[in-house]
């Protein structure tokens, strides 16, 4: 069996595409849904259950915390971590089952921004890529393993409040290989909408000026916990 297992706070504007687009890409595979409602105060556990997904609720405003509660509420084989706003297809599925049967660890995928985002956003996203993917790191909206890998390296560290799925993909590659599927998975492009250039830049240099250091707690991680949504386009 496949779990696929969402993360989500305050998503019901992008739950439903998310679910939806796992039902299709697992037609044909024994697979379950286990979205993990880490304190949302709208409809997110609700469109949860009315999309055929199992919910499960936490109340620590934490995305390591959230992956590893839904890691251990899930029943199966194969981990996909899947963020409530982002999709995947058929393609990721049978990419990480063939990755798996082939020996490795684990693995993620790049990924791509749905809608528009600013010019400045295309060539910031660009450069973090090419530098980050370069390093074969996986990304947190998308990451999957193996339930035995996943409970030998301990799942994601809770310590951390951002940059988790780094310190993940390290513990992962100590234990054989880890891999990116070549097809992107498609990601809301929301905070690059929202933000302005400068507003990211800064964040980003603070993480790296403080290190490790930097996100151990939310301070200063407003922009992965302020819980700020867009507005839908009337």
């Not at 890529?129 to 996986?138: E, M």
């Not at 035995?148 to 513990?171: L, N, P, Q």
Request: net charge positive.
């Amino acid at each position: 069996m496949i779990s696929f297992i969402v993360p989500a706070f305050n998503e019901e504007a992008e739950l439903p595409r998310t679910v939806r687009a796992i039902h299709s890409a697992a037609a044909g595979y024994e697979y379950e849904i286990v979205v993990v409602n880490d304190g949302s105060t709208d409809a997110t556990a609700a469109i949860g259950q009315q999309f055929g997904a199992r919910v499960i609720s936490i109340d620590r405003r934490q995305i390591a915390a959230a992956r590893n509660a839904g890691a251990r509420a899930a029943r199966g084989d194969v981990f996909i971590f899947v963020d409530a706003d982002t999709r995947i297809g058929l393609e990721h599925v049978r990419g990480v089952l063939h990755a798996l049967r082939d020996g490795f660890a684990g693995g993620s995928g790049r990924l791509a921004f749905d809608g528009e985002i600013p010019p400045w956003g295309k060539v910031m996203f660009h450069v973090f890529s090419t530098l980050y993917f370069g390093l074969n790191l996986g990304a947190g909206a998308f990451l999957f393993t193996t339930r035995e890998i996943f409970f030998t390296v301990s799942g994601f560290d809770e310590i951390y409040f951002a940059g988790e799925e780094v310190f993940f993909t390290v513990a992962l590659k100590r234990l054989g290989k880890f891999t990116l599927l070549r097809e992107p998975a498609i990601t809301s492009g929301r905070k690059l909408r929202m933000y302005s250039c400068w507003k990211i830049f800064g964040r980003l240099l603070s993480l790296l000026f403080h290190g490790p250091r930097g996100v151990m707690s939310r301070k200063k991680l407003d922009m992965w916990y302020g819980g700020e949504r867009e507005k839908p386009i009337s």
